[in-house]
């Protein structure tokens, strides 16, 4: 797992989400694009899991200012590569497990 931000700017119709990765080095990450507002909320809650509340927290800020970045989220090395939000230049293998997994204490996190 690696912590991260998740980052997204508005161009038009289309969404493109970028993973900053936390670690101190810094990377060029390939984005992913999204089309359409329903399909950027599909992706923030399928694909990264997303708790409800951290996706209309996401969608105000994009509202407001036409981008978006998250707390810092925890994702695996496998659901970086399945989502294409990784250096083009790193090494990772076929994804096995891919679940996106976040801090508890992130504001993003399901409440029970």
């Known amino acids: 797992m690696r912590d991260g931000v998740l980052n997204i700017w508005k161009r038009n119709n289309e969404y493109v989400i ?3 990765l936390t670690d101190g080095r810094a990377r060029v990450m390939s984005p ?3 089309h ?22 996401m969608m105000r800020q994009i509202d407001a200012s036409g981008s978006a970045h998250s707390n810092v989220i925890k994702m695996s090395d496998d659901d970086r590569f399945r989502l294409g939000l990784r250096d083009p230049n ?23």
């Not at 809650?45 to 509340?53: D, I, K, M, R, T």
């Not at 790193?90 to 029970?112: H, L, Q, T, W």
């Open 36 to 57: 359409g507002r329903e399909g950027l909320v599909g992706f923030l809650g399928s694909e990264l899991h997303f708790a409800a509340h951290g996706v209309a927290d």
């Open 18 to 20: 970028t993973f900053g």
């Open 90 to 112: 790193e090494n990772v293998s076929s994804p096995a497990s891919c679940v996106a997994r976040r801090f508890a204490n992130s504001s993003f996190a399901a409440r029970p």
């Open 32 to 34: 992913h694009k999204v």
